[in-house]
């Protein structure tokens, strides 16, 4: 029978699914291999052929490791909670829950098609309740948790009340908010309940606290800074203010530096954990505190000093001011009632900016004088104290000690509002920023004149603790992390208020189940669509948090969950847990680097603190896939009128169009273009519809047109006039015959008419074709485009393939003859070479090599069962359902070859492939010695020094340079 793949396909399908085929065991004498991919958020638009790349990659390698021995976890879910679900019923009033429900359904079935070698025993939706149980049970641990810098991990909320109670706050070494108390273990015993939870609060590692967000009031959430553009909203333009709220955090900040270690260890690509690293942003320098001079009208001020962060605190004597965030605290108090209006004014202005765009500008002066100083606690020089936006609130200290004559932003502002510039350094040039370590020493002050960079700076700390006015300090730019939105569809937080003061809910009221609502947006009174639901309070009396837990809560655990799918008992079993360990392989987008990747290593790492799970790092080797992108197509049509023009004609025109500019007589569609007009300056007429205007530019318009209607660029006419009713009547300038579309490679998209379903291509060709496809493309972390132009060639490679099996007629015919030499070879040869492919997740490769295997075995005439049976196993993991069916029909036993053994290289075959290679020395040719090809250099040095002949050469003595250029010479000096 020819290749139908169809029902082959759907077979193999059935069969997997029916037997449970990919279910991984919780016990097995065999090594375990966790292959991970990025679970889905699952849209409405289905997968296209970009999705499946990482999965079809992934799903390669899980085969293989189940060849190899491995017992492997190859699991599958969804991220479910969302945006884009809640959007839509806010629109049309479908619960979110049947929306999600209904795309499942479809990414399931495109999934299944693909044939992938999911265990879908073990399942897991974040939005379904017995999945985020333990998402709040995690966030339940996280709040009765406090970091212990000590110890350096996380400890039972418990250990420090226990502590208080004995010792009072001293010896505590906290990952804690700024304001702390400080107290005696009687102090403590005497404050109240709810004192005493207030000041737990700031030591919880989630917590509750007034924070600056993003705002959008049109969309009634908080916005995270990629969301904002130039203060506007980015979905929807609405625009965004700074706004503080009461927010749920997560003191992500206490694993700054473990999640900077951390990175050294796990095999990741090099630039995604470069941008981990700047996103944690660890900057090693002093804080320093100025005093206030209260002389003035601060004289009341409660706080003495004003604490900045600096990593140069060697320039502190060419400090001419201090700069304060505009949010900073103290603002307020600081101003003299002159300066009120113009600080006032300047704060409403800085509002509208979002701190990304804040950070981003660096041209743009602007600030206020609060008309207030500090003093230089090194030399009591009065400084001035300004606000200005380049200072952030969020980081360091939101406070800077501000060089004109060090730093360029500085030195802009310093000139901007003509403040005066002290220079440090024995330098020219003060507008390039002062580099000490560059140019030399200090000049401004005897206590460090003469000094280095070095020196400076140790001085500089020296001094200032000893006066008690700053000390060494570690800062990160990282900043804790919000933990909620104003939203509906995601998980609620199981929190309830007493008097103001945040409780955990009990732990057997686990999973608090998201409530039904009427509407899915915020209450009249602006209270997250939660404030909707009716009689929903805990106990029946308390009040509930009424937002709900972010989009990376659900993600942020999910692999522990592969591991016990189904435990309602606990979020994972120790004994699972302790056998699945980690993630070996994890495949997904780069776009996740400083979100899910990070979040889920922070989480690894506080649920390996509090003793349930047992690696530090969740993500062993992590591979970033590539996107695909759309190949779109695009049809000419000469503007008001129903002509379309082929690709090159286009372009001639638009060579014409410039001629005209010149001046130049063109000669170009006789019947349709009036030259007379073409020379006039009112060429350009409606009615004559002339196509080109007055400045000879062509008047023609390039729409996106379907790319499914399309075949290597030609276009299909009748299919291209039924596509779209204004299109009925079109007609068409051809070139050669056929109208050939234009060409371009941009993001796949709806709009752009270039979203390939994979569902097409798998009616087409078979899934087999689209696996080996997707990977033929190009390397897996390079982005490429969609383009069909080749897919025929896999298929007819496939359908090769299925012929070596096959005699004429199509009948089922393999001999049992031994293997040829030549077999032998074709075979080993492809053996060593895929494995070392997949070994470097290289899989392009391979199936080119595939390609040439075939043709080989094809010259060769070859139906040799014991070679094409290798053939299938090795082929089985990228086209596993030809290969099943090929398995059965060599008469294996009833079942799967998921199992089989991977054969197993043998380089005796391969030695025939020799070369007589010269064997020069000193420069002289001596003799010549067969070696075989597939050697490496090393190996064939040792090979040719043990030659009896070799050796005679050498009396006894050692080369001292062996010179081995493969396939060429072998050149040894003595
Ligand atoms: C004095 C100084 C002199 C500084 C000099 C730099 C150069 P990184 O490396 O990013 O940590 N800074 C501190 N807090 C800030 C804030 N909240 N907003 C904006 N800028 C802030 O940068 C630390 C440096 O950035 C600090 O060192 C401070 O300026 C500024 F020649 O202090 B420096």
Sequence with gaps: MDYQFKDIEQKWQLFWAENQTFKAEDNSTKPKYYVLDMFPYPSGAGLHVGHPLGYIASDIFARYKRLKGFNVLHPMGYDSFGLPAEQYA?????????????????????????????????EVRTSSPGYYKWTQWIFMQLFNSWYNKTADKAEGIDKLIAHFEQNGSAGINAVSDEEVLSFSADEWKALSHDEQQAELLKYRITYLRESTVNWCPALGTVLANDEVKDGFSERGGYPVEQKKMMQWSMRITAYAQRLLEGLDKIDWPEPLKEMQRNWIGKSVGASVRFPIDKSAHNAQLAIDYIEVFTTRVDTIFGVTLLVIAPEHELVASLTTPEQKGAIDAYIAQTKKKSELDRMADTKTVSGAFTGSYVLNPLNNEKVPIWIADYVLAGYGTGAVMAVPSGDQRDYLFAKHFDLPIVPIMDIQNIEIEADPTKDGLYINSDFI????????????????????????KVNFRMRDAIFGRQRYWGEPVPVYFKDGLPYLIDESDLPLVLPEVD????????????????DWKYKGISEYELSTMPGWAGSSWYWYRYMDANNDKEFASEAAVKYWKDVDLYIGGSEHATGHLLYSRFWNKFLKDIGVVFEEEPFKKLINQGMIQGRSNFVYRLVKTDK??????????????????????IQLFEDDINYDKLYNDNVYNEDDKTYFNYNGELLIQNLHVDVNIVTNDILDIQKFKKWRPEFTNSEFILEDGKYICGVEVEKMSKSKFNVVNPDDIIERYGADTLRMYEMFLGPLEQSKPWNTNGIEGVFKFLRKFWRLFHNDQWQFSVSGAEPSKAELKSLHKIIRKVEEDIDRFSFNTSVSSFMIAVNELTDLKSSNKAILQDMVVILSPYAPHICEELWTLLGNAAGTLSYAAYPKFNPSYLVEDEFAYPISINGKTKMNLNISLSLAPAEIEAFVLANADVQKYLDGKAPKKVIVVKGRIVNMVV
């Excluded at 960079?453 to 060494?472: C, D, H, M, P, R």
């Excluded at 509407?519 to 009716?534: D, N, Q």
């Design 449 to 472: 004149n003469g000094l280095t960079y070095k020196e400076a700076t140790a001085a500089v700390i020296a001094k200032l603790e000893e006066l008690g006015a700053g000390k060494a």
């Design 519 to 534: 509407k899915y947006l915020p209450t009249e009174s602006g209270e997250p669509p939660l404030g909707r639901a009716t």
């Design 644 to 665: 379309f023009v082929s690709k090159n004609i286009f372009k001639n025109l638009l060579e014409y169009a410039s001629l005209i500019k010149k001046g130049q007589v």
């Design 90 to 122: 806010i629109q049309t009033g479908q619960h979110p829950a049947l929306t999600t429900e209904a795309n499942i359904a479809t990414y399931r079935r495109q999934l299944d098609q693909i044939g992938f070698s999911f265990d879908w025993s073990r």
